[in-house]
RNA sequence: GGUCCCGUGGCUUAGCCAGGAUAUAGCACCGGGCUUCUAACCCGGGGGUCGAGGGUUCAAAUCCCUCCGGGAUCGCCA
């Protein structure tokens, strides 16, 4: 909705610049506390034609024509600035939008083909604290690009023959499984003892190496011993993910580049561009025109292919099936994919839009599934669904458990998610028990207990019968500064949909969906609805709640996060 | 040592890329509000040299330089 308001805002104000002969500029529109979109066009245009900018936003002010059937009230010059507001019609067609368009609303507007690739965690143990933080985002980031209208094909990467996996597969040789645990837990002991074993006897790394060549040249029951070191790790993983509503479309393994010859294909067209050179055996290859000191090795020196082949491999094949493909990598790929972009631009083929988050770390130090330095995610939500449990039961003692439960866990999972999220990727930050069992702040809770509050409003009209959805109302007698305000908010959700979109940055949205919550529930402090006296009133305004309920919920499903009707 | 990211009230954090109207919000703190649609809520208050110092500009949290602090990374790991 507040996109077209926007469109039209740029439209006559450019309008109005042309026919005083300013020509048409970048309008710098910017939210405004003075106005529902405002323009500091003048000051540019000041220093452009030398002049002062008050005079020119005057001029502009005057010289707008604002058509009938638009959704803008008036322009108004306040010093430098250009103020627009929006008019009654926008509000209603707001209200009007949302009742008719439900789940779509906001949405919708772009189309296209995009991969994303995400979590990719080694299949050497379970996800972490750290590793969601890459999931959360990730799948964020999914549901906000399919929202505004693309077809998205959601990717993990398996890497089913490194170093790390053949540790894994020599452990599972070396060391009792337990199959008591979950099996990507299990997976992660063997491993962490494995590396111990394999730092007090270097010698026994040459047993490692061998599994890696072995595995390289398609030895059957070697492969077949990774396969299930893999699929152990994996099928704990994806339980992870699930649980956290985090799914994938595709698990793709790194081997399968290697054994279709993609690999070896991709070593070729990479020698051909001729910036590659033999280094102490090595396949190297030099990236200085693209800014990159140190050249970068493809291929070890025994004949083995390494992780950024494999790499390379696996964009090329996914930039052949996609007009966008997105990658959402740890602040440890930093340098590692400017090269793997520069390797794919040197051979002529498209290259991934990368977004990158900094690390999560614990108080001692940075975490490392080798050395056994991590908290699980599945630790993670253990504790804090017990402490939603211990939240809920304070509030809702009289209702059964399967409720609480029920609640306890879409509450924990969605006050996790919500924490990660709502911060910034570029920002490290520091893993904290009193902080993730922290209940008491404005997180996910806040905005799953405003779309509980408005579904237990229309859930109470309908049973006093004073609510049909199906009603028609009249919006514009929503005037109370909570109402409008309320609508404006909600009005925008498509322009912060388009944003976080556009910039690949989930907070932008995970920020407007908090502060919606807030319009709600200031609407509900300050408007009676059921208890309205006058009829009209009454079902304008439960048509209002019905619309928070909607918006709140297409903002929680965005950000995966439940949307619970009562809590 | 080189390169990249971060540094905003006691704590967490938005804004920085595209410089402009009193610097955003939460937690914590102080005060007020449940006989009224769920108080996981709402209202009010105190608290900030935007890491430090220079520079550019009519205007700098935002751009440039230097320094300090934290994180990441620097060929045969991924």
Redesign the pocket.
Known sequence: MFLEFKQQVTLILNDAMESLGYGKDDL?LEP????DI?S?VA?RL??KLKQNPKDIAEKIAKTVAIPNDSYLDSVEA??P?L?VRANRRYLDETVSRIRHETDGFGGGFCEGKIIIEHTSA?PNGPLHVGHIRNSVIGDTLTRILKRVGYNVEIHYYV?DM???IAIVSWALSQFEFDTSKKPDHAIADVYIRANAELEAHPEKVAEVERLMQLVESGDDKTIERFDRAVGFAVTGIRKTLLHMNVVHDKFVNESDFVRSGAVSRIVNEIRSTGLTKI????L?VNLQDYGFE????VQ??DGTS???TRDIAYHEWKGEQAERVIDILG??????SGQLKAILNAIGKNEPEIVIF??V?LPEG?MSTRRGKFITADELFEQVEEQ?FV??EK?RPEMPDKFKKE?AAI?GIGAVRYDIVK??P????VFNWKEALD????GA??IQ?SH??AC??LA?AKDEGLWNPATTVDPSVLLEDSEVALIKKMAQFDNLLDQSAR?LKP??FA?YARELA?SF??F??F?????AEDETDRNSRLALVDCARIVLANALDTLGIGAPE??
């Open positions: 710098n405004s506390q003075h106005a405002a500091r000051f000041a220093s306040v010093g600035y103020n080694n890497n490194g170093r790390q280094d102490n055996g090595a190297v140190k050249s970068l090795v070890r020196s390494l992780y950024t602040a440890d790929h930093k340098l590692i900094e690390f770390s940075s939603a939240e809920v509030r609640v509450v911060v910034s570029e920002k490290s930050t209940f008491e702040k404005q809770p806040f207990y509980a509050r237990s409003i109470k910039e907070h932008i920020i807030d529930n200031q509900y402090r408007v009676p609805v059921i208890s009562s809590m």
